[in-house]
């Protein structure tokens, strides 16, 4: 997943708690063979290869992902969108050539990004994109998805307190011995070592997205790795958001989509929501709390 994998479990019994560990380790590797666009071999490959073609057939697990994925692009109206993929691509070039895309390239690509061009039929468990160029992006949900996926393996190998952490998305599971909740600290976007908030999160997931980490400078400007898919440009006005919800998914789609949306239009959406809570740090550093 091209990130940092941590998996800290309190068991009585040390065997069956390495078990465990071993076998979410290879659930996670498990998921990547399914995810990875950058794997040949993956079926997400073989899906952004034919899908634009013809209507391609789906495993449950795939099938599922697009159609959370979807929901979460229509309740964001489209900040989150796995068919940011060909955008992601464009400023990869950009950032290893040190040039920023001509307005062109960016208008061009833009015809074939949108969650609107996949056409997913249920009963056929197939996927049909609308524009052959079309192509899918799991980046901005998989390790969330992962991180749940994780935490039910160790659940199965009898596991009730541990901490997942796939890249910053985490889910606490129970609590550590005498302890009522794990406790996980914000960093600060800009100062590593100050941590601005501290959660006390139990049998609940977490997300941050932010552009200190994966992040690159063009022109003397910070550009993020998320894309904004109806822009076509990298956002700009949000250095983090923390994401606290039931599952690591939300937690992972909704960073990533109120990193889009900014600090101001991800209220109305934010507000819809009765179960999350939002940590988020605008381009000025100031530091919005929700509820
Ligand atoms: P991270 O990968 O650092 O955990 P995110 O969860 O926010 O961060 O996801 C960012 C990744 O998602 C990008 O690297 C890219 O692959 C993909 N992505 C970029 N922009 C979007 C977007 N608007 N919607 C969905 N996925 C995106
Ligand atoms: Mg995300």
Redesign the pocket.
């Known amino acids: 997943m091209d990130t940092l994998v941590e998996i800290s479990v309190y068991s009585a019994d040390r065997p069956k708690a390495l078990e465990a560990v071993k076998q979410a380790f290879l659930e996670i590797e498990r998921i990547e063979k399914i995810f990875s666009r950058f794997d040949k071999d993956s079926e997400i490959s073989r899906v952004n290869t034919l899908a634009g073609i013809k209507e391609t057939k789906l495993s449950s697990e795939l099938f599922g992902l697009i159609k959370d994925s979807l929901y979460y692009s229509q309740i964001s109206e489209g ?4 068919t ?1 993929a060909p955008l ?1 691509d464009v400023w990869a070039i950009a950032r290893r050539d040190g040039v920023v895309p001509d307005s062109k390239t960016i208008e061009s690509t833009l015809e074939y990004v949108g969650y609107k061009n996949i056409k997913l039929d249920g009963e056929r468990s197939s996927v049909h994109f609308l524009d052959k160029r079309t192509r899918l ?1 799991f ?2 949900i998989a ?1 969330g998805y992962a991180v749940d996926r994780t935490k039910e393996t160790l659940l199965s190998h009898g596991i009730k307190n541990a901490l997942i952490n796939i ?3 985490i889910f606490a599971l129970g609590s550590p011995p005498g302890r009522k909740a794990w406790r996980i600290g914000i960093q600060h976007p800009r100062y590593k070592n100050k941590i601005i908030f501290k959660l006390n999160l139990k049998n609940r997931a977490a ?1 941050t ?1 932010g552009d200190y ?2 992040f690159f400078t063009l022109d003397k400007k910070r550009f993020s ?5 109806l822009d076509g440009w990298p956002v700009q006005d949000v250095m983090s958001v923390t994401v606290v919800a039931a599952t690591a998914e939300a937690a ?1 789609a909704l ?2 989509a109120f ?2 949306t900014g600090a101001e239009n991800s209220q109305t959406l934010i507000r819809s929501f009765d179960d999350i809570e939002v940590f988020m740090f605008d381009k000025e550093s100031r530091f919005i709390k929700y509820p």
Request: hydrophobic share 35%; aromatic share 8%; no cysteine.
């Open positions: 900040a989150f969108d796995i940011a992601v992006d980046g901005g390790k890249g910053g998305n997300a997205s980490e994966r790795h998320i894309i904004n898919p992972d960073s990533t990193f889009v």
